[in-house]
């Protein structure tokens, strides 16, 4: 299940990319999506005085607790956010919470949340960030390509627009100034897709990861109506992207640059 909990993550994590990880107000959507919490309507349902929490559910402020008790696991802030392990701290103790008979066997408890409430309602979220990888086929037309080294030499050395290591609001600058945000990703798509190649990228190379960015970002722009029929495979899909950064055309991207400054 380790694959479909990252793209849960990479989804919940990247809905304010103010900050990275899954904060407070994102651990609350998350349960809300899933079911966890008990809305008007199930308090309707439950008693005529409506006082009573349905079974199996919880309120608001439980699940609020028992996120600021995993943040305290994990030896984070309580105003902190949660990594994708200390997601899963939270997700065993939420499990633990709402089955009870299962409190001596977090692991049963976790995995009993899972497959009844996450998974059926969190993981079509993010269901297109992971499905590309990254191939010996994608990296050569990346190394090839004059344009993409020009543009990782001018968004992503020290020195430039970047302070140090490649960051999502360096990515977010490069996509926006190119025009790919809006048109084809929204701000939220892009910091999922910047999510995405980091949790890929484990080897700390920061080219390698700069091509990642620029594949799933061709993947899940043109993974939408219209142009997932007319586009089709990932090479396909990426070389439209580069075109449209006139990563093959220098004179159009020194002027292009040259206008941003």
Request: hydrophobic share 35%.
């Amino acid at each position: 299940l380790k694959e479909e909990m990252k793209r849960i993550f990479l989804y919940y994590s990247s809905l304010n990319t103010s900050s990275e990880g899954v904060n407070g107000q994102k651990w609350t959507r998350l349960c809300q999506d899933c079911e966890c919490i008990a809305t008007h309507r199930h308090y309707a349902q439950s008693t005529p005085s409506r006082s009573f929490i349905p079974s199996g559910l919880l309120t608001k402020s439980t699940a609020d607790q028992l996120f600021v008790d995993a943040l305290a696991e994990c030896g984070v802030g309580k105003h902190g956010s949660l990594d994708f392990d200390g997601l899963m701290v939270a997700f065993r103790r939420l499990g633990c919470r709402m089955c009870p008979q299962l409190e001596g066997s977090p692991n049963d408890a976790l995995h009993k949340l899972l497959l009844e409430h996450i998974l059926p309602n969190a993981l079509r979220c993010a269901e297109t960030l992971l499905e590309v990888e990254l191939d010996m086929q994608t990296e050569e037309m990346l190394q090839r390509s004059k344009g993409v080294g020009v543009l990782y030499n001018s968004y992503c050395m020290p020195g430039t627009v970047n302070k140090g290591d490649l960051s999502s609001q360096v990515f977010m600058r490069l996509m926006t100034d190119f025009k790919i945000v809006p048109s084809l990703l929204s701000n939220t798509e892009c910091g999922q897709v910047f999510l995405a190649a980091k949790l890929q990228e484990t080897s700390q190379s920061q080219v390698t990861l700069f091509h990642l960015c620029l594949l799933i970002a061709s993947h899940v722009a043109f993974s939408k109506h219209p142009y997932n029929t007319k586009l089709v495979g990932k090479e396909v899909r990426l070389r439209e992207m580069l075109d449209r950064m006139n990563a093959d055309d220098m004179h159009a991207m020194r002027h292009t640059l040259e206008k941003l400054g």
